[in-house]
Nanobody, 125 residues
Framework: QVQLVESGGGLVQAGGSLRLSCAAS????????MGWFRRAPGKEREFVAA????????DYAESVKGRFTISRDNAKNTVYLQMNSLKPEDTAVYYC??????????????????WGQGTQVTVSS
């Protein structure tokens, strides 16, 4: 099992940047595909980005491509989401998620078993 704790959320003006971090417990972090999802007020939780357990594959939602970057540091058991050129529509609770040895369909929410509590990101116009 793995436990996930997100940090780095906050309030930022449109056009600004934030970096979210997700610290994972356990000794097998390197075997987990990691992802970020978000839920905006009144909407369903949606995929944002994911990185494979090998670190050789990433996937992004169309709405964030070119603005967000996901990365991982296995030595620190941490996955990051660098968010640039933020827009008011990026306002949401951002959730970190993990699944052991996931290699396909990284954007499918039901493929992930482990979730963090979420961190709020608010982008003002």
């Amino acid at each position: 099992q793995v436990q996930l704790v997100e940090s780095g959320g906050g309030l930022v003006q449109a056009g600004g940047s934030l970096r979210l971090s997700c610290a994972a417990s356990g000794r097998t972090f390197s075997r987990y595909t990691m992802g970020w999802f978000r839920r905006a007020p009144g909407k369903e939780r949606e995929f944002v980005a994911a990185i494979s357990w090998r670190g050789d594959s990433t996937d992004y939602a169309e709405s964030v491509k070119g603005r967000f970057t996901i990365s991982r540091d296995n030595a620190k058991n941490t996955v990051y989401l660098q968010m640039n050129s933020l827009k008011p529509e990026d306002t949401a609770v951002y959730y970190c998620t993990a699944e052991l040895l996931l290699t396909q369909n990284l954007a499918v929410i039901s493929n992930y078993a482990y979730w963090g509590q979420g961190t709020q990101v608010t982008v003002s116009s």
